[in-house]
């Protein structure tokens, strides 16, 4: 399934968030801050990014509930996606 711009615009500005925000936590152990101030940052990214796979399995579903019905939902292919997302 593809999703259209319009559904994935919220998506990519967070995961482009994200990606700004790693920028910021390698600059900062390049320049020897705290190891425990890049472990804050670094998790506040993987939060980021772990919420932008949701979002993405959470539109496809809703793409495919509107498009198809119940019935065009593979429940086993979405379990997959939301396994490889834990």
Aim: charged residues 25%; proline residues 1%; contains cysteine.
């Amino acid at each position: 399934m593809q999703l259209g711009a319009e559904d994935t615009k919220a998506i990519i500005t967070r995961m482009k968030r994200a990606h700004g925000h790693l920028g910021s936590v390698i600059r900062m152990l390049e320049e020897g801050a705290e190891c425990e101030d890049a472990l804050t940052q670094l998790a506040a990214v993987n939060k980021a990014i772990s919420r932008s796979g949701y979002a993405l399995v959470a539109t496809g579903l809703q793409h495919c509930m509107a498009e198809g019905g119940p019935d065009s939902v593979d429940a086993k292919k979405l379990e997959k996606l939301f396994l490889s997302l834990a």
